[in-house]
Structure formats: structure tokens, C-alpha cells
């Protein structure tokens, strides 16, 4: 589509659902795994199915992970919440109904999160609600005509996140594709820190459903708003909003009007297509669940949950940024909780962050990513690397030799010190032997160091360069520098 958003005249208006798998060993209302994957139909049991007879028993620690994602979100916490059926029919929810919660009494109100704008200003995107429900089951498309059910996914925790469509003062909307991918990436960053979900959207255990919708920009009234389905992946959260919001400037642009529809995206073409008509709240004929009790939570319970929330990954790129970091730096660095514990460690080993966050940030991520692995499975100890950094300080090898050494610690897990002992890769620091390479480096490259008598200061470069291709890279840098000025009369 040609439409060009910014300057159409119309801005969008953007709410975000997401929905986290949490990361409990069994379901929300019995004791099947909530694993993933599995042979279909394994993991499941009446109460999975909502069989005659069975009775659901909610999860302790589905709801203690809600609660503390909620307190992460800036939530208020509602001391009395409780569960409702969401009833309407499809194949994978097999009883008929979900048990969610709805109304003014989900675990967590009125909560923000806080994005970085394409033009850097910061948006404190408001909240709704964060409640807890079950997952469905999963329909297989085996072939065009004919569909197959894997009840294992029904009953595994879901925790459910919803922004404010029209914001509280002081608060901001969601407004860009842009806007909505930063959001997802900050809200799956905070869920990795808490360890309630995996975040892995591939695998469906985050899943984000936006509803958007376009209007003549400055007005107040909201346009007719459709909803993208289960997108797994940043990528088709930008795209497919990119897609859609085009797709609705164009609709009125021409006359049409905008149908208020559940859309799928279309990974492959790049469009979203109509999915289904979008229910209104009052066919879902919510009523409270009869056979669960309604919770309360008691104050000193919620105190020992917020006393045990980690440091959050802004707080902690703040922290970084306040240690000599620069703001780049920090978010990469915090980009993930393991490589942030990782790089902390070490940084604390050597006594100063800024060397240490050079060397994860350049060599150990590029080993990381040649590798295709996490830091999880990093054989270097943060120590090992802090201990790597003090050979390059007391001159026992060069910078160009640790790289080398820094890989054989990545490939064995070795030491650095009994890598550079058994290679025998010391630097050269004896300045006679030193002075005896550069006096024949400059014996056999005449003209150059001509060049370099005659002014020409970065025709030395060529030499230094000559002197360490001798010495095995194992030459003093700082030494041979000085050894070629004094001996060329360079300044």
C-alpha cells in the first residue's frame, strides 16, 4: 500500500493484549504439566476438559506471579479478586467456557509502562488491567479439510495484560507500530526479569492481539477499531499493525468503512485478512465462577511479594548508565538478566565496569552469536575474563593476543593465564629486543621511514605494523611506538 502514515492526516490509535504463559510446573486448576510440546492429548485430564464431576482448584504460585508482574507494571493490587466464565464456543475450549477474570476486580488496576518514541521522548503508556485465566487448547490444520484438537495447552496459566485505550491525565496512547513494538519488548523484558514467563513467542507462550484503530489526526473521537490475532514475533507486531493501519486510512480515504473484525495476519503475503466477526462483551454472558472461592490477599503477604521483585531492567539500565555507561551500552547489557548478572559479576571482579563491558559487549556477544548460544552455556566464568583484563594491564600479553586467548576460553573453559603459559604467547616488553626488530624493519623499508624523516607521520603505521608481523603480534604496541619515533627522529 502507498499510503504514506505521517503524512496521511490521520494518527492511530493502538491497545495492546498480551497474553504470557506463566512459568508454573502444572496448569492453573489441576496437577497435568504445563510443559510445552508433548505427545497431543497427553497432558490433559477431566478437569483440563471441564468433564461432569471435576472440580478446578486454582494454582498458589500462578497467582503469586500475576501479583508480581502487576507490582512490576506500577499496578494497584485489588485485596479481593475472584474468577468469572467467559462462555462462548469453539473447538479447543472443549467445556464451553474459560475461567478469567473479569469486571473491576482482576489482580492488578490501573498500571504503566514506560517506552522510548522513535525521536527518543519518553511515553508512559497506562495500564488497564492484568488478570489471570486459563490458555485453550490448540487447533491443528492438517490439511484443507480436515482439523485435529491438542487439548495439552488447555488449563496452562495465561496472564493477561491490557493498556488503556483512551489514557488517565498524564498518561500517554499507544500511537505507532513502532510505539507497539517498543512496548512488547519492554513488557517481555520485565516478564524474563520477574521469571514468571519464558517470552518465547515462537512457541506461543507470548502472544500479542493489538486492536487498532485510525482517525483524522487531532480529533478525540475513536474510528472503528479491528484486532489482530495472536502475533508472535516483533517483527509481525510492526508489520502487521504497519499493514493494517494503511489499510484503514485507505478504506476511508475511499469511501469505504472499517468493519469491527478479528483479523489474522498472513506472514507470508504481508497482509492481514478477515478472521472472524469480533464478539461484543455481553455475548461472552460473564458470570462469577461457582465453584472457585474468591481471594484475598492479606497486606503482609503482598509486602513479602514486592520485597522479593528483582531489579527491573530500566531501574537497572539506569544504574549502568550511572556507573560510566553509555545509554547504549547499558540496554544492551540489560537487554537480557543473565547477560546483565554475567557482565555484573565480572565487572566486580576487575574493580571497573567500563574494560569489562568492552569485551562482552565486542567479543563474548559476537563468540555468543557465531555460536548460536546463550550465555547460559558460556564456558568463560565472569572471573576468567576479569583475570584476562589484568594480563593486558600488567603488559603480560597485548590486547591483539587476548582476543586469540579470549576464544580458546570461550571454545574450552581454560584459564587465560594457562592458555598464554602453555602458548607461550608473553608479550614482548625487553626493549633491546624490541630495538634490534625495529632497526631491521627499518633497514628493509627504507623508503617508508624516508617518508616518516621526511613528515609524513602515518606512513610510522606501516612500520608498527611491520614490527608486530615479526614478533608475532607479541611485541609491547606502546614500546615498539616509541622505539620507531626515536629512532627515525619522528616526534
Not at 274 to 291: H, I, N, V
Amino acid at each position: 500500500m502507498a499510503v504514506d502514515i505521517a503524512e496521511s492526516g490521520f494518527e492511530a490509535v493502538i491497545g495492546m493484549e498480551v497474553h504470557a504463559e506463566l512459568l508454573t510446573r502444572s496448569k492453573m486448576f489441576c496437577s497435568c504439566s504445563a510443559e510445552f510440546g508433548g505427545e497431543p492429548n497427553t497432558r490433559c485430564c477431566p478437569v483440563c476438559l471441564g468433564l461432569p464431576g471435576s472440580l478446578p482448584v486454582a494454582n498458589r504460585q500462578a497467582v503469586e506471579f500475576v501479583v508480581r508482574a502487576a507490582m512490576a507494571l506500577n499496578c494497584e493490587i485489588n485485596r479481593e479478586t475472584f474468577f468469572h466464565r467467559k462462555n462462548y464456543f469453539y473447538p479447543d475450549l472443549p467445556k464451553g467456557y474459560q475461567i478469567s477474570q473479569y469486571g473491576d476486580t482482576p489482580i492488578g488496576v490501573r498500571g504503566w509502562i514506560e517506552i522510548e518514541t522513535e525521536d527518543g521522548t519518553v511515553k508512559r503508556i497506562g495500564i488497564r488491567r492484568v488478570h489471570l485465566e486459563e490458555d485453550t487448547g490448540k487447533l491443528l490444520h492438517s490439511s484443507p479439510s480436515e482439523s485435529e484438537v491438542d487439548y495439552n495447552r488447555s488449563g496452562v496459566p495465561l496472564m493477561e495484560i491490557v493498556t488503556e485505550h483512551d489514557p488517565r491525565p498524564g498518561f500517554d496512547q499507544i500511537n505507532t507500530a513502532y510505539e507497539a513494538r517498543e512496548y512488547i519488548m519492554q513488557l517481555r523484558q520485565i516478564l524474563l526479569y520477574l521469571g514468571v514467563c519464558d517470552g518465547k513467542m515462537e512457541e506461543g507462550s507470548l502472544r500479542c492481539e493489538p486492536n487498532v484503530s485510525v482517525r483524522p489526526a487531532g480529533s478525540r473521537e475513536y474510528g472503528t477499531r479491528t484486532e489482530l490475532k495472536n502475533l508472535n514475533s516483533f517483527r509481525s507486531v510492526y508489520r502487521g499493525l504497519e499493514y493494517e493501519i494503511r489499510r484503514q486510512i485507505e478504506t476511508i480515504r475511499s469511501g469505504g468503512v472499517v468493519v469491527h473484525e478479528t483479523r489474522r495476519w498472513d506472514e507470508e503475503n504481508e497482509v492481514t485478512a478477515p478472521m472472524r466477526g469480533k464478539e461484543l462483551e455481553q455475548e461472552y454472558r460473564y458470570f462469577p465462577e461457582p465453584d472457585l472461592l474468591p481471594f484475598r490477599f492479606e497486606e503482609a503477604q503482598l509486602e513479602q511479594l514486592r520485597r522479593e521483585l528483582p531489579e527491573l531492567p530500566l531501574q537497572r539500565r539506569r544504574r549502568f548508565e550511572e556507573m560510566g555507561l553509555s545509554r547504549a551500552d547499558a540496554a544492551t547489557l540489560t537487554s537480557e538478566k543473565a547477560i546483565a548478572d554475567w557482565f555484573e559479576e565480572a565487572a566486580r571482579d576487575y574493580g571497573d565496569p567500563k574494560p569489562i563491558a568492552n569485551w562482552v559487549l565486542s567479543e563474548l556477544l559476537r563468540l555468543l552469536n557465531q555460536a548460536g548460544e546463550g550465555i547460559q552455556s558460556c564456558k568463560v566464568r565472569p572471573a576468567q575474563l576479569a583475570s584476562l583484563v589484568r594480563l593486558i594491564d600488567d603488559g603480560t600479553i597485548s590486547g591483539k593476543i587476548a582476543k586469540g586467548v579470549f576464544e580458546e576460553m570461550f571454545r574450552t573453559g581454560r584459564d587465560p593465564g594457562q592458555i598464554v603459559e602453555a602458548s607461550g604467547q608473553t608479550q614482548i616488553s625487553d626493549e633491546e629486543a624490541i630495538l634490534s626488530v625495529v632497526r631491521k624493519v627499518i633497514a628493509g623499508n627504507e623508503r617508508v621511514a624516508a617518508d616518516v624523516r621526511g613528515g609524513k607521520e602515518k606512513s610510522i603505521g606501516f612500520l608498527v605494523g611491520q614490527v608486530m608481523k615479526e614478533t608475532g603480534g607479541r611485541a609491547n604496541p606502546r614500546l615498539v611506538n616509541e622505539l620507531l619515533r626515536r629512532e627515525l627522529g619522528a616526534g
